[in-house]
C-alpha cells in the first residue's frame, strides 16, 4: 500500500497549485483520502478530507473558497487544488487514507491508516 504526493513547490502569493496524491496497492473507491499539512514548528493539521464515495468533502476555516478536494477513481488519484495562496499555507502536505464508509472523512490524524511522505509547499515572494 503506498500514498505518493506530488505537485508541490514555489509559488507566489496571489498563486495556485494542485496536488496529487496517487495510491497504490489500494481502491480509492473504497477509501476516505484527507489532506493535511504541518508547517516548521506546528502540529500536523487537517486541511481537506473526501469521503470514498467523493460525495462528502470537509474543509478546515482557513482554507474554505481556496481549495478544492476531488478525486479521479479510474486514474485512482486525489487532488488538491490551491488557490489564492497565502504565505501561511507554506507546509509539507501530506495526503492519508482509511477504509471509512461512503459518507465519512474524517479531518483527524487519527482517522487515517496509510499515509504519504509528504510534498513541499512554499508560498513566499
Known amino acids: 500500500l503506498q500514498l505518493v504526493e506530488s505537485g508541490g513547490g514555489l509559488v507566489q502569493p496571489g498563486g495556485s497549485l494542485r496536488l496529487s496524491c496517487q495510491a497504490s496497492?489500494?481502491?480509492?473507491?473504497?477509501?476516505?483520502v484527507g489532506w493535511f499539512r504541518q508547517a516548521p514548528g506546528k502540529e500536523r493539521e487537517g486541511v481537506s478530507c473526501?469521503?470514498?464515495?467523493?460525495?462528502?468533502?470537509n474543509y478546515a476555516d482557513s482554507v474554505k473558497g481556496r481549495f478544492t478536494i476531488s478525486k479521479d477513481n479510474a486514474k485512482n488519484t486525489v487532488y488538491l487544488q490551491m488557490n489564492s495562496l497565502k504565505p501561511e499555507d507554506t507546509a509539507v502536505y501530506y495526503c492519508?487514507?482509511?477504509?471509512?464508509?461512503?459518507?465519512?472523512?474524517?479531518?483527524?490524524?487519527?482517522?487515517?491508516?496509510?499515509w504519504g511522505q509528504g510534498t513541499q509547499v512554499t508560498v513566499s515572494s
Open positions: 473526501i469521503s470514498s464515495s467523493g460525495k462528502t468533502t
Open positions: 492519508a487514507a482509511d477504509n471509512s464508509g461512503d459518507y465519512y472523512c474524517g479531518m483527524s490524524q487519527s482517522d487515517y491508516d496509510y
Open positions: 496497492g489500494l481502491s480509492l473507491d473504497n477509501y476516505a
